[in-house]
């Protein structure tokens, strides 16, 4: 069997500053890989680039999938050899449209998929365009299904998924504290349904009034934690899945031990 390490950054966001976002996100990239080199993915939350409050200029800093700062992000993805998914907000090349959107680059810094998060806000209809398709993607150590914040709540989108047999469920979020019971809750029951691991990755903070929770986790097709970053910004945590094959994730096997509990690795969150 083969070990995959997957990492997942509890980020705060500069608000409305891309350009800081890409240099901070660079750094923090390098550092994960000076300490974790073997890391195989570096997962982001939502809107990571451009942090989730700021929606009056969001039409003036979004960014197209051409864009310079996806560029950058994706010289960082070859230069350290890792694969990354970033929360974007994204501007279509061809149509006057904003999409909040989230970017899967490979290891070698090519954009491999694109997702557009299907179940906005009502304050993010405001000003984004919602997406109308899944994403899977295919990667040596498995499928990867991609969803924004509130898709996790929905059942079409996890159906989805489970129908084609995803490996990995990536949940990449700006949830707020207030609704803090509804993330517990959603990530371990698309874990169960979908008989998969759940990665959900969330900012935390303030941004504008709102509060955000933190609690970026890693969740096994049991519906256990079994890693959990709580109250702490610009941290993150990781973990080493077991794969018998290109496509196969042994999460079930890998998890039989009660020794896998949050409080067991609470310890392990590293500061960057």
């Not at 994706?74 to 050899?81: D, H, P, R, S």
């Not at 557009?116 to 040596?140: A, D, M, Q, W």
């Not at 979908?194 to 890693?218: E, P, Q, Y």
Request: aromatic share 10%; with cysteine.
């Amino acid at each position: 069997m083969e070990d995959v390490k997957i990492v997942a950054v509890q980020y705060k966001s500069i608000l409305g500053n891309i350009k800081e976002n890409v240099l901070k996100i660079k750094n923090i990239i390098k550092n994960i890989m000076k300490e974790q080199p073997d890391s195989r993915l570096i997962i982001f939350p939502e809107l990571a680039l451009s942090g989730y409050d700021c929606f009056g200029d969001m039409k003036n800093i979004a960014e197209t999938i051409e864009g310079d700062a996806i560029n950058d992000i994706c010289a960082i993805a070859k230069e350290e050899k890792v694969s990354l998914i970033v929360g974007y907000p994204e501007r279509d090349v061809y149509e006057d449209k904003i999409y909040n959107s989230l970017i899967y680059i490979g290891k070698d810094g090519i954009v491999q998929g694109n997702y557009r998060k299907i179940n906005l806000l009502h304050n993010e209809k405001k000003i984004f365009y919602p997406g109308n398709s899944c994403k899977v993607i295919k990667t040596e150590f498995g499928k990867l299904g991609l969803l924004l914040g509130w898709d996790v709540i929905f059942s079409m989108p996890s159906k989805y998924y489970a129908e084609e047999s995803t490996d990995f469920l990536i949940v990449s979020a700006a949830w707020e504290k207030l609704y803090s019971n509804q993330w517990n809750f959603n990530m371990k029951n698309r874990a169960e349904e979908n008989s998969c691991a759940v990665i959900g990755v969330n900012t935390i903070g303030s941004c504008g009034d709102i509060s955000l929770l933190g609690r970026t986790l890693f969740v096994n097709s049991r519906g256990n934690s079994i890693k959990v970053c709580e109250d702490k910004e610009d941290v993150y945590i990781s973990y080493s899945f077991k794969i018998k094959s290109m496509s196969h994730i042994d999460i079930n096997n890998e998890f039989d031990s009660e020794e896998f509990s949050e409080e067991a690795y609470m310890d392990e969150i590293i500061e960057i």
